[in-house]
Nanobody, 119 residues
Framework: QVQLVESGGGLVQAGKSLRLSCAAS????????IGWYRQAPGKQRDLVAS???????HVVDSVKGRFTVSRVSAKNTVYLQMNSLKPEDTAVYHC?????????????WGQGTQVTVSS
């Protein structure tokens, strides 16, 4: 089992920055990939960025150049640094972790943190 707790959301003006944190606890050694999705009102949940246990980073094109994902393994924490925020970045941001379970994987989710960007 893995527990994920996000923090760092809030209300910011367009052009500003926020850093989201996701603290993982439990059986963290089995995490294969950890990262972020976001869900805007009335829309599906979309991948934003991820980082694998081997350090491979993926950032979707829509935020590339503005968002970066990083991990501090000693703290079991993953960060999402969001710069030059736009109103369209407004969403609930969810941390997720894909966990190795023998021959398959299981996905765990955090409760989400709201990010609101005003114009």
């Amino acid at each position: 089992q893995v527990q994920l707790v996000e923090s760092g959301g809030g209300l910011v003006q367009a052009g500003k920055s926020l850093r989201l944190s996701c603290a993982a606890s439990g059986s963290t050694a089995g995490i294969l990939v950890i990262g972020w999705y976001r869900q805007a009102p009335g829309k599906q949940r979309d991948l934003v960025a991820s980082i694998s246990s081997g350090g491979k980073i993926h950032v979707v094109d829509s935020v590339k150049g503005r968002f970066t994902v990083s991990r501090v393994s000693a703290k079991n924490t993953v960060y999402l640094q969001m710069n030059s925020l736009k109103p369209e970045d407004t969403a609930v941001y969810h941390c997720y972790a894909d966990y190795n379970v023998t021959t398959t994987t299981r996905r765990f989710w955090g409760q989400g943190t709201q990010v609101t960007v005003s114009s």
